[in-house]
């Protein structure tokens, strides 16, 4: 193990900015999601580097946009570039109609195109190139998620010496379920290039080792808890379940500003003498939100007094626009939609309001203050940060959290909040009756807990816990930007 390391280099398939053109000029607008979101206070005045690709095929100079964005997040922003063609087999394809169904438990959502595969090899090695070339072996690369899993094995191949980690954002499936990918043997060998394998839960460490016990030769698994060493021929590789999370603190006092009180109020006001029942999803079909639906339509329907007296707020964002499977699965939203409001609907009241964009993070987190129950029920989900983003903005603490036992996040938050069954309608019917029902004491003392875990394991506890497994740093180890010094970048095979 290095006893220094100078730099925190960070890659993902994209870029924590999103490329959009103006006129004939091109601006880089700061992106959205769970990587971003932990991520970026992470790296924010700490100089360092990210690399990924900037959401674009066009060929053309960003090389402006990208100094801006750089100066203005802190840290260096370096783009890989794709085809058209590349995006759609690569992105589309490999990542996104393979990999990411088949670890949600979905494998008949997959299309195993051999040309996906091939295309996946060839972006992961552009990646591995783009790496080395803006690296050496002082820096701690940290690559992220499915997109990425053959970066490693790249990157040795160009005579990489740098430590290097890697990080599964999404979950990591059972055995029966992924010896159904065709380039099973080939995803394990490229991780266990790796240093570092960080996982969400325990159950995805354990359904990893379950993988390469069965389908690895010459495989030793060693030590108990929140990390093992995997002894590959002569190298040790090691496995950790290292939950993601957030910026606690900077959830909560955002919460408490006055813009968001503002927006809250204004909420309420829209929406008298209701309990709100918050849902906010990216477009996906593992969120559940079609059951989310049909279980809000059997409260609705068992139990009458819940009519003209909560409100689902149902936020849909929009994502993966181009693949048809989304866009079907938006028809079918709005379609159970208007068919519950057309049932239900009577004067003064709508049940459901439905918000199809991305929110500004003050309405947001104005939502997240004012919403009485959030009704978090994904299928299947890698953590859910939505979930701790509610509870951080709970400041009140007088609210309820219903939560699929199928997010990641349930391992930490299984006892403050309701946990249902996202299949079964009934049950989650009835978890809705029952925090609609509960009293300000029963959920002060839930939601306590919750803020209370998530405070302790934030996202900080989360890097910090990582890199101490990784290189038996801190993030402290790292300089602040001002004591960051100029360096000459050299190729990572030197």
């Not at 990918?181 to 394998?197: H, K, N, T, V």
């Not at 477009?283 to 009519?307: H, M, Q, S």
Request: hydrophobic letters at 40%.
């Amino acid at each position: 193990m290095k006893d220094f390391v100078k730099r925190l280099v960070i890659s993902s398939n994209r870029l924590p900015f999103i490329l959009e053109r103006k006129g004939r000029r091109w601006l880089m607008k700061p992106g959205s999601g769970g990587l971003v979101t932990a991520l970026a206070p992470v790296l924010r005045n700490r100089g360092g580097l990210w690399i990924g690709w900037p959401g674009t095929s066009a060929i053309t100079d960003i090389s402006s946009p990208l100094e801006k964005a750089s100066s203005e997040a802190g840290y260096t922003l370096k783009p890989v570039m794709m085809t058209a063609e590349e995006v759609q087999n690569y992105y589309i394809g490999m990542a996104n109609e393979v990999i990411w169904p088949l670890f949600h438990d979905l494998q008949s959502y997959c299309n195993f195109d051999p040309s996906y595969w091939e295309a996946y090899k060839l972006i992961n090695q552009r990646f591995a190139t783009v790496i080395a070339d803006n690296t050496d072996i002082e820096d701690f690369i940290w690559v992220h998620d499915y997109h990425l899993i053959n970066v490693a094995l790249e990157l040795k191949k160009l005579g990489a010496k740098s430590k290097i980690g890697f990080y599964l954002h999404i979950p990591f499936p059972p055995l029966d379920i992924f010896f159904k990918l065709p380039w099973r043997s080939q995803i394990l060998r490229a991780l266990l290039e790796y240093d570092l394998i960080g996982l969400q839960t325990q159950r995805d460490q354990r359904n990893f080792l379950q993988c390469i016990r069965a389908l690895m030769n010459n495989i030793s698994v060693k030590g108990k808890g929140q990390v093992l060493s995997v002894d590959v021929g002569d190298r040790q590789v090691r496995v950790g379940n290292f939950p993601i999370s957030i910026d606690y603190d900077e959830f909560e006092k955002r919460a408490t500003s006055k813009e968001v009180a503002d927006q809250a109020w204004y909420i309420h006001e829209d929406l008298p003498n209701c309990q709100i029942i918050l849902g906010v999803d990216r477009l996906d079909y593992t969120k559940g939100i079609p059951y989310r639906l049909k279980a809000f339509r059997n409260a609705l329907e068992r139990y009458p007094e819940l009519r003209r007296k909560v409100t689902l707020v149902q936020v849909v964002v929009p994502s993966r626009r181009s693949i048809p499977m989304y866009q079907e699965l938006k028809e079918e939203i709005e379609r159970l939609v208007s068919e519950i409001n057309g049932q239900f609907t009577r004067s003064g009241w709508v049940p459901i309001h439905y918000i199809h964009r991305l929110l500004s993070r003050a309405e947001l987190l104005a939502y997240y203050r004012t919403a009485e129950m959030a009704l978090i029920t994904p299928l299947k989900d890698g953590m859910n940060l939505v979930a701790k983003e509610y509870c951080a903005s709970s400041i009140e603490e007088n609210s309820v959290l219903i939560l699929s036992e199928f997010a990641g996040a349930v391992a930490q938050l299984q006892r403050g909040a309701i946990l249902v069954n996202p299949y079964n309608i009934e049950e989650v019917a009835d978890a809705i009756v029952e925090a609609y029902h509960m009293n300000s004491e029963e959920k002060k003392a839930r939601m306590k807990k919750l803020r209370q875990k998530i405070r302790k394991y934030d996202i900080y506890w989360w890097v910090n816990s990582y890199l101490e497994a990784a290189i038996a740093k801190s993030l402290d180890n790292f300089p602040p930007l001002e004591d960051y010094m100029p360096r000459v970048e050299a190729p990572n095979s030197k």
